[in-house]
């Protein structure tokens, strides 16, 4: 590129020379290559090159420039300083003419710092659903427990949770009270179904009975029993007495009990054997109740043949 075409390029620098051209005459007159030049100032090679060539607007900002230029006249045995006068004013001579794009520096968001807002919007929504769910479970709508049922409950003498956990209904007024249940007396077995059964005294370690003790059927503990059991595989068939009071029921249905005391005192102590049935406090079908197996009525057999069965 000779001259006129540089003078062509940037009518607005003046002189028989630009920076540029200079350096690069001085740089030939020495016989050094670019690359020698990057290597002895450090300075990019493609920069030399737009210097050289007077393609400014290429270049970094003035201040950085002007230092690549100070180092290119040292090694060229120039005058830095005013090869770096020289070439700022060339320099804002390009930016009048050809104004730089001035690009604002981007800082992205801390995306830990600063969510997202439809995330904040749902997390928000999921809280307000949360508290709004919590509020119609404690007031029972779905539950079907409400203010209204409650008072139904209540109405009706049905149990509610209390905070004592208490459910038993109170005892109504001038109710009279339930007879003591007997620690002694008789203890006699009736099945209410047909079912097998084995008492032995573990005291004397003698078989009293075992067999099948047809429905309707009873059998009386000896009074010299020492220590008597029973073991049997279906305790709801069965239901005994203490001095003619029911006692609770031997075992849970369709349970193999074994070992069970049949002892007067030890039926008589055992859970829920406090206060007996009796026929005041069984509910009977016509109160809209269902009488347990256990306590239903059965009626002796009018043969004395058929209430005691023969000993094994």
Partial sequence: MDEAGERADFPNVGGPATVGARLR????????????IGKQTRVPVRHLVQIEEGRLEGLPAAPYSAGFVKAYARAVDLDPVEMSQQFRAEFAAAAQAAPRIAYEPYEPADPVRLPPRLLAFVALAIAILLV?????????ILTGEGADE???????GEPMGTASGNTAAPAAAGQAPKPAMPTTGPVRITATQDT??????????TRLYTGVLKQGQSWEVPPT????VIRTGRPEGLTVTVGGQPVVPLGEPAHTISNVSLKAAALTSRPGAAQPA????VPSPAAGGTVPPAFQATAEPS???NTTPPQP
């Fill in 278 to 281: 009796t026929a005041s406090s």
């Fill in 150 to 156: 409650r008072a139904r409950l209540a109405a009706s």
């Fill in 132 to 140: 709004a769910g919590y509020g119609i479970w404690r007031s029972g």
């Fill in 225 to 228: 029993a020492g220590d008597p």
């Fill in 303 to 305: 043969s004395p043949s």
């Fill in 196 to 205: 097998w059964f084995e008492v032995t005294d573990k005291a004397g370690g």
């Fill in 25 to 36: 005459a001085a740089r030939e007159a020495r016989g050094q290559s670019l690359d020698e």
